[in-house]
T-cell receptor
Framework: EAQVTQNPRYLITVTGKKLTVTCSQN?????MSWYRQDPGLGLRQIYY???????DKGDVPEGYKVSRKEKRNFPLILESPSPNQTSLYFC?????????????????FGEGSRLTVL | EDQVTQSPEALRLQEGESSSLNCSYT??????LFWYRQDPGKGPEFLFT???AGEEKEKERLKATLTKKESFLHITAPKPEDSATYLC????????????FGKGTKLTVNP
């Protein structure tokens, strides 16, 4: 089954304790991205990756790191979490080609990871 | 600045009562407009892609249309299972691969 898998789905942690949210896709997609979703603010892009070893900042990258060492995996790292990073996080992948969004606009989203930082 | 604005924020309909959701955008060089459906606690699910003004796409009770400044998601004779938040998104201008989402319209269809 084609899917994007995130772990953990739920996490409560404390300020400053490093954590990683994993994301894996089995569709051989080039493009992967992380979003956070907050009430009243909608979905905001954190980072995205066009391919292995190619990552770029989205609109809200502060406090986050990513890496793309393998095509299928795109972990989100919070080096020193703070309460303002409490949010619902989504990983997504797309068969976006080098020619860009003109070929396809479909993002496949994971089920989400609800993170609470105390 | 690239913007995507959806209206209304929330919409309540009776089963069978048709209506439309709006997504207006300001982005240079539109390279597509995408509609998603999101159920509570789940990731968004892709519905449609529209690329040029005048284009229409249909899926069951949903029809999406696109003009040069906005898109409409028309819902014909909705059922309670159509209740969800509907999101639209566009790629940022200037050839960026960033995708910006609107804040969504929460649709509730009462039986």
């Amino acid at each position: 089954e084609a899917q994007v898998t995130q772990n953990p789905r739920y996490l409560i942690t404390v300020t400053g304790k490093k954590l990683t949210v994993t994301c894996s896709q089995n569709m051989n997609h080039e493009y992967m991205s992380w979003y956070r979703q907050d009430p009243g603010l909608g979905l905001r892009q954190i980072y995205y990756s066009m391919n292995v070893e190619v990552t770029d900042k989205g609109d809200v990258p502060e406090g986050y790191k990513v890496s793309r060492k393998e095509k299928r995996n795109f972990p989100l790292i919070l080096e020193s979490p703070s309460p303002n990073q409490t949010s619902l996080y989504f990983c997504a992948s797309s068969p976006l080609m080098a020619s860009g969004w003109s070929d396809t606009g479909e993002l496949f989203f994971g089920e989400g990871s609800r993170l609470t930082v105390l | 600045e690239d913007q995507v604005t959806q209206s209304p924020e929330a919409l309540r309909l009776q089963e069978g009562e048709s209506s439309s959701l709006n997504c207006s955008y300001t982005v240079s060089g539109l390279r597509g407009l995408f509609w998603y459906r999101q159920d509570p606690g789940k990731g968004p699910e892709f519905l449609f892609t529209l690329y040029s003004a005048g284009e229409e796409k249909e899926k069951e009770r949903l029809k999406a249309t696109l003009t040069k400044k906005e898109s409409f998601l028309h819902i014909t004779a909705p059922k309670p299972e159509d209740s969800a938040t509907y999101l639209c998104a566009v790629p940022r201008g200037g050839g960026s691969e960033k995708l910006v989402f609107g804040k969504g319209t929460k649709l509730t269809v009462n039986p």
